[in-house]
């Protein structure tokens, strides 16, 4: 056969495969809140966890929610986390060298429910830290007396044991937690950075506390800083595993998963606000733009919209608290002595003040 012949045969022979369409921000939106749904950081038995096979009492619960019909449950009044069809948002069974070690996922926190929907980036404003912190801790005390002897795997189920009674003793306590209904308290992760630089905790620390905010617009928000209050450097990836960190997660385990805590940034970066769900009087939101124009405009900036319709995100303003003159807990978190022990955490390539 003609080599020219064979060449163009073997040309035409190759599939062509085109480019792939890269999804649109909707799409984008909803896989991103899919794999953030069942997102969580436990790592070697460690992170934001309960007592090794507490969780089975949650799987009961569930099967019984079930035949109840019940779309809530006791947990979500009591506790705050969102429950969707009779089942708890992030709160997983996870296994670890033969154990079932329930750990606590990102989306229990950063998440809610609005007008009867589930929206996953919506701040959970019905999350109390506290009464969690409290409630588990006594139902751990209970448990490690009941597992006396939890088998062969002794030292390594004593020592996850030991880090979620650590976590629930320290996320319950009256001095430093929340003291309203919001997410874990600010003064138990910069707690955390004291004991890792030997530094002596505060007596009068601020609790720094505040409400869980929402995600949309998070990757313009974190380029000036993580929560624009000059306590964190917004661009690394670290501060987003300082809880996990405060509830005993180590420096060391948090290396080994470093791009997993990036991809949980990336996720949250694209995630869109839900429409709003009601109907909306026109002539009333006209009345309302312009009093927005004329009041909020100058520090919460204007809006924009892309070729869609869906919201463009540009960076916050940074207005000085003397002009808004907000509750100043948040801000006396930043002082001397904490960046000192920012700046000695073992984790400095990704954690910075």
Known sequence: ???????????????????????????????????????????????????????????????????????????????????????????????????????LGCVACHSGKAAGEFIIGLGNKNIDVGRIGRDVHNVELLWKYAIPNPGPKNAEYRRVEKAALDFSKDLGDEK???????????????????RQSKMTIPEDMPR????VPALFGYKDKRSVGQFCDGGG??????WGIAVEL???????????????????????????????????????????????????LGCH?????DDQGLPEYTPPKIIPWKVVKTDHDRLEQIEGGFLE????NPLKEIIQA
């Open 1 to 103: 056969m003609n080599k020219s012949i064979l060449f163009l045969l073997c040309f035409f022979s190759i599939t062509v495969v085109a480019d792939e369409k890269p999804l649109s921000r909707k799409e984008m939106d909803k896989k991103n809140k899919e794999t953030f749904n069942q997102l969580n950081f436990l790592h070697e038995g460690l992170g934001m966890h309960i007592s090794p096979g507490l969780i089975l009492f949650a799987d009961v619960r569930e099967k019984i929610s079930k035949y109840s019909r019940r779309e809530d449950s006791m947990v979500e009044k009591l506790w705050g986390i969102p429950s969707v069809d009779g089942k708890l948002v992030g709160v997983f069974n996870e296994k670890y060298k033969e154990m079932q070690v329930g750990a």
């Open 176 to 194: 430093y937690t929340n003291l309203t209904q919001g997410m874990v308290p600010t003064s138990m992760i910069r707690k955390w950075f004291y």
């Open 208 to 211: 720094a506390q505040v409400k």
């Open 233 to 238: 450097q917004g661009k690394l990836p670290g």
């Open 246 to 296: 405060a509830a005993g997660q180590t420096a060391e385990n948090v290396r080994t998963f470093v791009q997993k805590i990036e991809l949980a940034e990336d996720l949250i970066g694209d995630f869109l606000p839900p429409k709003y769900p009601f109907a909306i009087n026109q002539q009333k939101a006209e009345k309302g733009k312009n009093i927005f124009n004329k009041t909020c």
């Open 301 to 305: 900036g204007d809006h924009e919209f």
């Open 341 to 344: 022990a920012v700046n000695k």
